[in-house]
């Protein structure tokens, strides 16, 4: 289970396996075609609570999408980007129609009162938004999305004028290797190098027919940071029976601190400069085994508001926390196929709103992303690929260390987006 390809949705055409991908991220543009999703796409309403629908449908994918990677490793690390993997299903249900749709429709948490229109609308409204947004010194949370279509596949031209700068066209049938160069290069531009080479040699073939990108890139310096002379070996308790030595960084600071008895965790919340995104560790009971578990099934949206609203107080807490860095890979496909989109990987799947070529299956996904925590803060990336081929509380509560198991999510509180999330388990996977 090593390595996640962070934001990249793939449909290759009986191409070869591809054993890394990036999600997409679709942009379109605001003018919707009258006819492009639906006969009369002009008439439908502009919902002025689309946007707000968005981040509502995003939050509740987020958390269902980490209880089932949760429940196919549960032994494991765990890093990856549910901004990322959300997006670029997101952009399949912009292209798809039929049956496929009304699949990545309810597995998105798109009610049926909400049509594709509004739901465009909010996406490009919250990507413009990124967009002006990422010019503070604060922080970087970088976004971007990518349509990479073959050339001799005939788009549909009210989605390309949506689409508009988003859709590049590259030779796959004549020029699979340069095609596959094209790609990791761009991919490795947006997350700053962190994820590298991104496709494998035989993962583009001259029957790949559409690649859909989406990278990430994130990098926070902590509102208060770590002393680096304080860092030191310690003990993680990766279980009863199991211990190893790892850096812990050490400080003492005011902090939003709680426990919450339904989740059935001590919370720290570690804010990044600017303090529109945080870290959030979630710490079970030591004496626990399930607690982590228990942690990821208890989320509730309801819950997790409860976590990130600024009602409690801060108060002086000593911090003790791993320095470490992780990346990770996940076979995403049976992931979707639990959460209900195994159309995309049938014979049958339908993209009739991209295009009216036949052919294009999505056979096989996987998410990659990586982490760095030190005592500056952390930088993150991620990437995603659909793609075809044939303890008990602390007697001190002033005290946080977290030297056994834990959640931890990096949250944006402006758009209420969980950008990425994870579980620490065992520094030596």
């Not at 289970?1 to 290759?12: E, Q, T």
């Not at 492009?36 to 707000?52: G, H, I, V």
Request: charged letters at 25%; aromatic letters at 10%.
């Amino acid at each position: 289970m090593a390595g996640f390809p962070s934001r990249v949705i793939w449909a290759l055409k009986r191409s070869k396996m591809l054993k890394l991908g990036v999600i997409l991220l679709l942009t379109v543009s605001t003018n919707v075609n009258s006819q492009c999703f639906s006969k009369d796409d002009a008439s439908k309403k502009l919902n002025p609570e689309a946007r707000t629908n968005l981040y509502r449908n995003q939050l509740e994918f987020t958390l269902n999408l980490f209880n089932t990677i949760n429940e196919a490793v549960p032994d494991d690390n765990i890093f990856f980007s549910p901004f990322s993997v959300y997006h670029a299903l997101l952009l399949g249900y912009f292209a798809a129609g039929g049956e496929t749709e009304q699949a990545l429709k309810q597995s998105l948490r798109i009610s049926d009162a909400q049509d594709k229109v509004n739901m465009l609308m909010a996406y490009k409204v919250d990507k413009r938004s990124r967009a002006a947004n990422n010019n503070s010194d604060s922080y970087e949370f970088t976004n971007a999305n990518k349509m990479f279509v073959d050339s001799e596949l005939h788009v549909r031209q009210c989605l390309l004028d949506m689409l508009s700068g988003e859709v590049d066209t590259l030779n796959f049938h004549q020029n699979p290797q340069e095609s596959r160069q094209q790609i990791n290069n761009w991919v490795a531009e947006v997350t700053k190098n962190n994820i590298k080479d991104l496709i494998p040699a035989d993962g583009i073939s001259e029957s790949t027919k559409l690649v859909l990108a989406n990278a990430a890139y994130f990098k926070g310096v902590w509102a208060s940071k770590f002393p680096v002379e304080r860092t030191k070996k310690q003990v993680f308790f990766v279980s009863e029976t199991r211990q190893t030595l790892v850096p812990f960084m050490r400080q003492k600071g005011t902090f939003h601190y709680m426990v919450s008895d339904d989740l059935g965790a001590q919370i720290l919340e570690l804010p990044y400069k600017g303090n529109d995104i945080s870290m959030y560790i979630l710490l079970p009971p030591y004496s626990m085994k399930e607690g982590v578990s228990n942690i990821i099934k208890n989320l509730t949206p309801e819950r997790l508001a409860a976590v990130v609203e600024e009602g409690y107080m801060g108060r002086e807490v000593v911090v003790e926390i791993p320095k470490f860095t992780i990346e990770r890979g996940l076979p995403l496909r049976p992931i979707l196929e639990t959460l209900g989109v195994g159309d995309l990987f049938r014979p049958t799947s339908n993209f009739s709103t991209l295009t009216d070529d036949s052919g294009i299956i999505f056979d096989d996904a996987i998410h990659k992303a990586k982490i760095q925590i030190d005592e500056e803060g952390t930088v993150a990336a991620a990437a995603t690929a659909i793609f075809g081929f044939r303890s008990s509380r602390p007697a001190e509560p002033s005290v946080f260390i977290a030297n056994f198991p834990f959640v931890y999510i990096i949250y944006e509180r402006p758009t209420n987006s969980v950008l990425f999330m994870g579980v620490y388990r065992d520094p030596k996977k």
